[in-house]
Every structure is written in C-alpha cells, then in structure tokens.
C-alpha cells in the first residue's frame, strides 16, 4: 500500500509539473476515446432500434387497386392459417393517406395537391419473432406475394438484416482505427512520461544508491500514465455527452421519427466504467514503456 500511496502522489505531481507536454498526452488519449467511444454510442443506439424494430418486425402486403374483396379474404385467410402471426390489421386507402398527413405534418400540403389517393391499401402482418428465425416467415412472404391483387410485399427482416451487417462493417472499421488512434496515444504518453523521468535522473540515482525497491522507482511513471490515460478517457466522455445533447437539440424532430417516439441515449455505465478502464489501460502501457528506461 506504500508502494501504491506513493506512486500515486508522485505520479499526480508530475502530471502538474508536466503542464503542457501532459495536457497534450490527455488530449490525444481523448481523441482516441472519443473515436471509440463515438463507435459505441452509435451502435449502441443502433442496436437498440434494430432490437426493438426486430420484436416487431412485419410486413406489409401491399393491394392493387382493383383488388376485389375476395382477393383480400384469400389473402387475410391464407395470412391467418400460417399459424405465425401474432397480428393483423387492414389499411384502407383513406387511413394510408391519414397516416400520411399525421406522421409527415411537414410534407402534408404536398397531398392537397393529389388528385387521386396515390397510396395503396394494405395489410400489415406482425410475425411471431421465432417465425423468422427458422425461415417460416420468409415463406409465407412468398407465398402471400404470388397471389392475385397483391401489388408489393415489403418485408421488414429484408432491410434489418442489412442494417445489421453495414452495422458490423462499421463496427470493425472504427475499431480498427480505434486502436490504431490508442497505439498513438500510447506512444505520446511514453514520450511525456520519459521527459519527466530524464528530469528526475538525479533523484533515481539517489534512489538506487539508497536500495528503494523497483516498484518506488517505476512505479510514478506507471501511475503518471495511467493518471492521464484516465483524464484522457473522462474529457471523452464529457465531449460525447455534449455532442449527444447537441444533435439531440438540434435534430430533435428528425430522431423522434427515426426512434419512434424515443431519443438518444447515453452509453450504459458499463461501457463507461469500460471507456475510462480503457484508457488507463492505454496510459499504463506508455508509463510502463517509459519506466522501462528508469533503471
């Protein structure tokens, strides 16, 4: 606990005395942090859309027209008889357009200008979820599609499974860069933390001559890092929450429509505690490079 207690002190006193060349090693572990840390609370938000899009995945089965009413009794009954539908409920040409006007207020003088509903009638289905996983969903989508008076299917799983692949893209990409951005920032500690060991040369010499144990002698330049690795990681997360209240104020309307009601969230404590845990991991690997040169 000495060990401890004393590497921590010194290691904060040095950080001070540091001043510039330390606030640029707290800076370049924020930048490395705000890039991952961006990654997170991106997918986070992403993946918590698709999770809840995907425990009401439906589709749509779009009629003609002149779809006459039997068509859309064979439809509904052959929809109702797959044993997979958890539920059903009919569209009219009239509520599409009112669905229209409530949900795009914005663009609701445009279908004052129409001269016939452009939109079409139609049954929306939500499937049971484990329907889509064993392939059975699929298929009563083709099935549904090969009928008369049916115009189009639009099937919700389609498009989720794509979002969720360009979302596995982007996830190893900016990990990627990530580290790439933390190996710099690593090497940036190392540099600032030997500066302050080749100013305190004199000091280790004497703490040799007098036997201190290896720990009292590397141990500051460890603690050093690991001090500005976890500032680095706090400013990040401090500029994350500000870029997150900022898009949230000014794209308010546009993100309560894509999240359906909801809003942005924060990234959960976990992966907070994980951020700061992160970067001081990221500043200990540079102090303890640096403290490799003490002795």
Known sequence: MRALDFAIREGWASLWRSGGSGAFAVLAIALAMIVLGALLLTTWNVERVLAQWSSAAEFSVYLRDDASSEQR????????????????????????LGRFRREFAELASLADDFEDNPFPASVEVTVNPIAQEDGRA???????????????VRYDREWLTRLASGLTAVRGTGFGLAVVMALAAAVTVASVVRLGLNGRRSEIEIMQLVGSPLTFIRGPFIAEGI?????????????????????????????TLILEGGSLQCLPLRLCVGLVAGGMAVGGLGGFSASRHAI
């Open 227 to 255: 001090l500005q690795g976890g500032l680095g990681a706090l400013v990040a997360l401090v500029l994350l929450w500000l870029g997150l209240a900022v898009a949230g104020a000014w794209w308010s309307t546009e993100l």
């Open 138 to 152: 699929d298929a009563l989508v083709r099935r549904v599609s090969s009928l008369p008076g049916v115009a189009d």
């Open 73 to 96: 009794g064979a439809i509904e009954e052959l929809i109702d008889q797959s044993g997979i539908v958890t539920a059903r409920q009919y569209v009219s040409k009239t509520d599409a």
